[in-house]
Nanobody, 122 residues
């Protein structure tokens, strides 16, 4: 069992930055692929980025070059550095853990955090 807790959300102006953190419980964190997804009001949850247990990363085209995912296995934490934020990045951001491969498909993930709100105003 893995429990995830996101933090770091908030309200910012367009062009500013935020860093989200996702703290995980459990001693097997380093073996999990981790992902970030987001859901805007009235829209379906969408893939943002993922990082494998080896550190390989994958990004949605909409965030490529602006967002960076990283992980610190010693701290059981995954991060999402978000730069050059845009109003269309406004959403609830969810951290997820997958015992399998690092994929873009949310149903492949086994554990989810409660989400953290990110609001970007123009």
């Amino acid at each position: 069992q893995v429990q995830l807790r996101e933090s770091g959300g908030g309200s910012v102006q367009a062009g500013e930055s935020l860093r989200l953190s996702c703290a995980a419980s459990g001693r097997t964190f380093s073996t999990y692929a981790m992902g970030w997804f987001r859901q805007a009001p009235g829209k379906e949850r969408e893939f943002v980025t993922t990082i494998s247990w080896r550190g390989n990363t994958n990004y949605a085209d909409s965030v490529k070059g602006r967002f960076t995912i990283s992980r610190d296995n010693a701290k059981n934490t995954v991060y999402l550095q978000m730069n050059s934020l845009k109003p269309e990045d406004t959403a609830v951001y969810y951290c997820a853990a997958n015992r399998g491969l690092a994929t873009r498909i949310d149903t492949h993930y086994d554990y989810w955090g409660q989400g953290t709100q990110v609001t970007v105003s123009s």
